[in-house]
C-alpha cells in the first residue's frame, strides 16, 4: 500500500481516529458514573441481581430493637397515655358541634319567634331544646284528644298558653263515619244506614272529667285569656275564675241557667258566647234567670252572642241596664218570648245588632209607643233570617232607626213591600244586598232615593234586579256614589264565550228529571 503523500489528507484521517477513541472512552466512563451513587442524594440506588429485603429479615436481623419495643409496651400503662394531654388539632370540628348551644334560652327563643308561622313547626323538629323552646311561642290550641288534657301534657307541652279550645276533645265518637254534621264551633260524625235515616253519632266526656280538666287547666295556664268548653259544670267555671284572671273571652256550649252562676267570679270577661239548644246535637235551657244572673256577674260586658238561648223582656232589660259597656250584641236561632224586642233600648251603647238563622225576630211586637230605639246603634246586620211577618220587621227598623249600616244577606221573604219598611231608618250611608232573589229593581230604587246620606251600595246576586230597568234618576244616584259593586246576575261570573249555551242548564236539567233522589242515600 502506498503511502498517502498529502499531508492534508492524513492530517484528516488522524483527527477522524481521534474523535472515534475520545467518544469510546467518554462512553465507557458514562457506564461506569451511571451506576455510583452520589452522597448528596437522600435515595439510594438499587442493587442489581439481588433479592429485595422484606420487613421480617430487617426485625430478625436486629433482635435488640425488637427487645426495646416490646420493653416500652410493658412499661406504658392506659393510665398514662389517658393523663397525657391531647393533642389539639388545627382543623375544628364543625360538623357534630351544636352552635347554638352557646345561645342562652331568651335569645334563641327572640330568633325563633322572628320565624314566619310556617317555618315554626318544622323548626321544632332540630333538636329536644328546640322542640321545648318552640313550645314556649304556642299562644293557641285546639285539643282534639281529652287524654292530652288530662294527662297535663297540654301544659307542660305549651305553658303559656293564652287560647284553648276543649270542644273537639270533649266529643267522643265511636264510629268511623264519613258524613260529618258541621256547626259553627266543631264537626260531628253522622251515621247512614239504608232507610235514610240520620243519627248523630257522638258523646260527650263527663262533667266531672271536664271539671278537673279545667282546674287543672287554670293551675297551669295562669295567662289564659279565651276558654272554649263544653259539659263543664259551675265548679269548674269557678276553678278557671278563679286562677286565671286575665280570662277576657270565654264560650260556652251546652249551657244552663245553673252554669252561668260560675262566670260571675270572672271579673275581666268582656266576650261572651252562649249557646243552649243545638237541633240534633244537644238541647239544654238558657232563660230569663240566667240572663239575669249574667248581667249581674260581667257587668264589662262588650260583646255578647246568645245562640239557642229561650228570654223575654226582663231578661234583656237586666242586660241593657247592667251591662253599661255593652256594644255588640248577637242572637243566633234564638227562641225569645213575645215583646223582647221593646227591652233594647235599654242598651243605650249598642252599636251593632246581628241576628243569624232566626226562624222569626218577633211574635207580638207591641204597641209602637213602647218600642224604643237604641240611640247609639250604628249597624244591623241579618244573616240567613226569614222576614215573612210585617209587623215583626217593621218593630225591627223602628227599634234600629238610628242605624247607617244595614246588611241583608240570603235571607228569605225580603221582597218589595218588606224592603220599604226599611225607609224608617233615614241615616243609613252603607248598603249591602245579597242574595235577595225576591226584590226587584222598582223595590230598591224606591228605598235608597230617600236615603239622601247613602255612599256605598253592594248588590250581589240577586236576580230579579236588572240592568234594562234602572231609571235616570236611580243612574244619577249611582254616580254620585263613594263606593259601588253591581253584581246583580249570577251570569257576570262566567266567562263571555259560554254565556248564551246550555253549559249551565245541564244541572239544572238532571235534577230535574231526578227529583226523587232516594237511590243516593240507599245501601248498596
Given at each position: 500500500m502506498q503511502k498517502e503523500n498529502n499531508p492534508r489528507r492524513r492530517m484528516f484521517k488522524m483527527r477522524f481516529r481521534r474523535s472515534e477513541s475520545e467518544k469510546a472512552e467518554e462512553d465507557k466512563e458514562h457506564e461506569t458514573t451511571a451506576f455510583k451513587p452520589d452522597p448528596r442524594s437522600p435515595l439510594r440506588p438499587l442493587k442489581l441481581n439481588r433479592r429485595s429485603a422484606s420487613w421480617s429479615d430487617t426485625w430478625l436481623k436486629n433482635t435488640t430493637s425488637l427487645k426495646n419495643v416490646v420493653m416500652a409496651m410493658h412499661l406504658g400503662s392506659p393510665r398514662e397515655s389517658r393523663l397525657k394531654p391531647p393533642q389539639k388539632s388545627l382543623v375544628p370540628e364543625l360538623g357534630n358541634s351544636d352552635q347554638t348551644a352557646q345561645l342562652s334560652d331568651q335569645i334563641l327563643l327572640k330568633i325563633l319567634g322572628k320565624l314566619p308561622e310556617m317555618d315554626r313547626k318544622p323548626s321544632s323538629m332540630v333538636c329536644k331544646r328546640w322542640l321545648s323552646l318552640q313550645g314556649r311561642l304556642v299562644r293557641s290550641a285546639k285539643v282534639k284528644d281529652w287524654s292530652f288534657v288530662e294527662s297535663g301534657r297540654v301544659i307542660s307541652r305549651f305553658p303559656n298558653l293564652t287560647q284553648v279550645d276543649l270542644v273537639p276533645g270533649s266529643l267522643i265518637s265511636d264510629r268511623n263515619s264519613g258524613i260529618l254534621l258541621n256547626n259553627c264551633a266543631f264537626s260531628v260524625p253522622v251515621a247512614c244506614s239504608g232507610h235514610r235515616v240520620f243519627e248523630v253519632d257522638c258523646d260527650l266526656v263527663p262533667g266531672e272529667v271536664v271539671d278537673r280538666g279545667l282546674s287543672e287547666l287554670g293551675s297551669g295556664c295562669p295567662n289564659l285569656k279565651k276558654l272554649v268548653v263544653i259539659g263543664a259544670s259551675e265548679l269548674g267555671l269557678l276553678s278557671v275564675a278563679e286562677e286565671c284572671p286575665t280570662l277576657q273571652e270565654l264560650e260556652l256550649h251546652k249551657c244552663t241557667d245553673n252554669l252561668l252562676r260560675g262566670i260571675a267570679a270572672c271579673e275581666n270577661l268582656q266576650v261572651l258566647k252562649l249557646v243552649a239548644n243545638v237541633e240534633g246535637l244537644y238541647g239544654s235551657v238558657v232563660s230569663d234567670i240566667g240572663l239575669t244572673i249574667l248581667a249581674q256577674g260581667c257587668t264589662r260586658l262588650v260583646k255578647l252572642e246568645l245562640s239557642g238561648c229561650e228570654g223575654s223582656f226582663d231578661g234583656i232589660?237586666?242586660?241593657?241596664?247592667?251591662?253599661?259597656?255593652?256594644?255588640?250584641?248577637?242572637?243566633?236561632?234564638?227562641?225569645?218570648?213575645?215583646?223582647?224586642?221593646?227591652?233594647?233600648?235599654?242598651?243605650?251603647?249598642?252599636?251593632?245588632?246581628?241576628?243569624?238563622?232566626?226562624?222569626?225576630?218577633?211574635?207580638?211586637?207591641?204597641?209602637?209607643?213602647?218600642?224604643?230605639?237604641?240611640?247609639?246603634?250604628?249597624?244591623?246586620?241579618?244573616?240567613?233570617?226569614?222576614?215573612?211577618?210585617?209587623?215583626?220587621?217593621?218593630?225591627?227598623?223602628?227599634?234600629?232607626?238610628?242605624?247607617?249600616?244595614?246588611?241583608?244577606?240570603?235571607?228569605?221573604?225580603?221582597?218589595?213591600?218588606?224592603?220599604?219598611?226599611?225607609?224608617?231608618?233615614?241615616?243609613?250611608?252603607?248598603?249591602?244586598?245579597?242574595?235577595?232573589?225576591?226584590?226587584?229593581?222598582?223595590?230598591?230604587?224606591?228605598?235608597?232615593?230617600?236615603?239622601?246620606?247613602?255612599?256605598?251600595?253592594?248588590?250581589?246576586?240577586?236576580?230579579?234586579?236588572?240592568?234594562?230597568?234602572?231609571?235616570?234618576?236611580?243612574?244619577?244616584?249611582?254616580?254620585?256614589?263613594?263606593?259601588?259593586?253591581?253584581?246583580?246576575?249570577?251570569?257576570?261570573?262566567?266567562?263571555?264565550?259560554?254565556?248564551?249555551?246550555?253549559?249551565?242548564?245541564?244541572?239544572?236539567?238532571?235534577?230535574?228529571?231526578?227529583?226523587?233522589?232516594?237511590?243516593?242515600?240507599?245501601?248498596p
Amino acid at each position: 500500500m502506498q503511502k498517502e503523500n498529502n499531508p492534508r489528507r492524513r492530517m484528516f484521517k488522524m483527527r477522524f481516529r481521534r474523535s472515534e477513541s475520545e467518544k469510546a472512552e467518554e462512553d465507557k466512563e458514562h457506564e461506569t458514573t451511571a451506576f455510583k451513587p452520589d452522597p448528596r442524594s437522600p435515595l439510594r440506588p438499587l442493587k442489581l441481581n439481588r433479592r429485595s429485603a422484606s420487613w421480617s429479615d430487617t426485625w430478625l436481623k436486629n433482635t435488640t430493637s425488637l427487645k426495646n419495643v416490646v420493653m416500652a409496651m410493658h412499661l406504658g400503662s392506659p393510665r398514662e397515655s389517658r393523663l397525657k394531654p391531647p393533642q389539639k388539632s388545627l382543623v375544628p370540628e364543625l360538623g357534630n358541634s351544636d352552635q347554638t348551644a352557646q345561645l342562652s334560652d331568651q335569645i334563641l327563643l327572640k330568633i325563633l319567634g322572628k320565624l314566619p308561622e310556617m317555618d315554626r313547626k318544622p323548626s321544632s323538629m332540630v333538636c329536644k331544646r328546640w322542640l321545648s323552646l318552640q313550645g314556649r311561642l304556642v299562644r293557641s290550641a285546639k285539643v282534639k284528644d281529652w287524654s292530652f288534657v288530662e294527662s297535663g301534657r297540654v301544659i307542660s307541652r305549651f305553658p303559656n298558653l293564652t287560647q284553648v279550645d276543649l270542644v273537639p276533645g270533649s266529643l267522643i265518637s265511636d264510629r268511623n263515619s264519613g258524613i260529618l254534621l258541621n256547626n259553627c264551633a266543631f264537626s260531628v260524625p253522622v251515621a247512614c244506614s239504608g232507610h235514610r235515616v240520620f243519627e248523630v253519632d257522638c258523646d260527650l266526656v263527663p262533667g266531672e272529667v271536664v271539671d278537673r280538666g279545667l282546674s287543672e287547666l287554670g293551675s297551669g295556664c295562669p295567662n289564659l285569656k279565651k276558654l272554649v268548653v263544653i259539659g263543664a259544670s259551675e265548679l269548674g267555671l269557678l276553678s278557671v275564675a278563679e286562677e286565671c284572671p286575665t280570662l277576657q273571652e270565654l264560650e260556652l256550649h251546652k249551657c244552663t241557667d245553673n252554669l252561668l252562676r260560675g262566670i260571675a267570679a270572672c271579673e275581666n270577661l268582656q266576650v261572651l258566647k252562649l249557646v243552649a239548644n243545638v237541633e240534633g246535637l244537644y238541647g239544654s235551657v238558657v232563660s230569663d234567670i240566667g240572663l239575669t244572673i249574667l248581667a249581674q256577674g260581667c257587668t264589662r260586658l262588650v260583646k255578647l252572642e246568645l245562640s239557642g238561648c229561650e228570654g223575654s223582656f226582663d231578661g234583656i232589660k237586666a242586660i241593657g241596664q247592667c251591662c253599661q259597656m255593652l256594644e255588640e250584641l248577637s242572637f243566633c236561632d234564638h227562641r225569645m218570648d213575645g215583646g223582647w224586642l221593646a227591652a233594647l233600648s235599654y242598651c243605650e251603647n249598642l252599636k251593632t245588632l246581628r241576628f243569624q238563622s232566626c226562624k222569626r225576630i218577633e211574635v207580638v211586637p207591641g204597641p209602637d209607643e213602647y218600642l224604643g230605639a237604641c240611640p247609639a246603634l250604628e249597624n244591623l246586620h241579618l244573616y240567613k233570617c226569614q222576614l215573612r211577618d210585617k209587623g215583626s220587621v217593621r218593630a225591627l227598623f223602628m227599634v234600629c232607626a238610628a242605624a247607617k249600616e244595614i246588611v241583608f244577606q240570603d235571607c228569605w221573604g225580603l221582597d218589595n213591600d218588606m224592603f220599604r219598611l226599611a225607609s224608617i231608618c233615614r241615616r243609613v250611608t252603607f248598603l249591602s244586598l245579597e242574595g235577595c232573589s225576591l226584590l226587584t229593581t222598582e223595590g230598591l230604587e224606591s228605598v235608597i232615593l230617600s236615603w239622601k246620606e247613602l255612599e256605598v251600595l253592594r248588590v250581589v246576586s240577586c236576580k230579579n234586579i236588572k240592568d234594562k230597568d234602572i231609571s235616570p234618576t236611580l243612574s244619577i244616584l249611582f254616580s254620585t256614589l263613594k263606593d259601588m259593586k253591581w253584581r246583580p246576575d249570577t251570569k257576570s261570573l262566567l266567562p263571555s264565550s259560554i254565556i248564551g249555551t246550555s253549559l249551565g242548564k245541564k244541572g239544572s236539567r238532571f235534577f230535574r228529571k231526578n227529583r226523587d233522589l232516594k237511590f243516593l242515600f240507599d245501601a248498596p
